[in-house]
């Protein structure tokens, strides 16, 4: 069974940080393409991050550039999400998701989904 676990996810005031991270298991890790979406109250989810099976290749939202860095550690089965200088705007249940074809941008492309994590950004 394949299984996405994200954490790291909290309340944090304007300008600040969090890191996230999703561990997976249940899927040959490296052979899979790993995105960020984010999904706040009212809107549709919408793409942050993706990074390819040797991370090689890596793609950002224009909103989250210069602010946000994906990572992965295939030993440890881990995609990161490093989140600096963080806004209200930022403020979403945030996703991790794998892709067999990828990395996309577009949410319907990917195959395994975690449950989220909530990031909350005081003004």
């Known amino acids: 069974q394949v299984q996405l676990v994200e954490s790291g996810g909290g309340l944090v005031q304007a300008g600040g940080s969090l890191r996230l991270s999703c561990a997976a298991s249940?899927?040959?890790?490296?052979?899979?393409?790993l995105g960020w979406f984010r999904q706040a109250p009212g809107k549709e989810r919408e793409f942050v991050a993706a990074?390819?099976?040797?991370?090689?290749?890596?793609y950002y939202a224009d909103s989250v550039k210069g602010r946000f860095t994906i990572s992965r550690d295939n030993a440890k089965n881990t995609v990161y999400l490093q989140m600096n200088s963080l806004e209200p705007e930022d403020t979403a249940v945030y996703y991790c998701?794998?892709?067999?074809?990828?990395?996309?941008?577009?949410?319907?492309?990917?195959?395994?989904w975690g449950q989220g994590t909530q990031v909350t950004v005081s003004s």
């Open positions: 249940g899927l040959p890790f490296n052979n899979y393409a």
């Open positions: 990074i390819s099976r040797t991370g090689y290749n890596i």
């Open positions: 998701a794998a892709d067999r074809l990828g990395p996309r941008t577009t949410w319907l492309s990917y195959d395994y």
